[in-house]
């Protein structure tokens, strides 16, 4: 992925490397389907690895 501030280069502010709160929104609304997509495969993955009586941290059980 390219570095934020070249995904709205005409809302950039004078030190070209910060945006304006306009340049911010189009970046977000660029980046949400690509952050959308990783959370999906996290929640997938997520599901997949959790099995009953797992005694990993995740699931908060001391061995």
């Given amino acids: 992925m390219m570095p934020i501030y070249r995904m709205a280069p005409d809302d950039s502010q004078n030190d070209d490397m910060h945006l304006t709160a306009k340049g911010y929104k189009i970046a977000a609304e ?4 690509v952050v959308k997509e990783l959370l999906e495969k996290v929640r997938t993955n997520d599901a997949q690895s ?4 797992d ?9």
């Fill in 30 to 33: 660029r980046m949400l389907p």
């Fill in 50 to 53: 959790k099995v009953p009586g």
């Fill in 55 to 63: 005694a990993s941290p995740s699931s908060g059980s001391r061995p």
